[in-house]
């Protein structure tokens, strides 16, 4: 996948990782982890995911927002070619839909 038409090609998982963690530097995380748990709309009360404390099933919501949302139902495809694992090698990688990008980040700043 590209996030821009004149992006580098990058592998859809690698693109989520960097939504949730754009940073490996610690203190900028844990500032960005501070600014989030201090927004209204992630106050605990708002957050009605919370109620259900059960493993299991916030893995069948993070598959179902992983299929629905990341995939697109299926609609967004886009893989190596010729069995190569490195995207960056993809000669038309296809750039993600308009609206992906902020998307994404509203999605990963609430899971988090």
Known sequence: MQVTQAGQPIDLHRFWDGVITSSSNLTR???????????????????????????????????????????RNGALTGSPRDGNKDCTMVAAAPVLPVGYVVSASRIADRRL
């Not at 209204?40 to 299929?67: M, P, V």
């Open 29 to 71: 995380l844990r500032n960005e982890a501070t600014s989030l748990r201090n927004r209204q709309e992630f106050q605990r009360s708002h957050l009605t995911e919370l109620t259900n404390t059960d493993f299991e099933s916030w893995a069948k919501e993070s598959f179902e927002i992983a299929t629905k949302i990341s995939y």
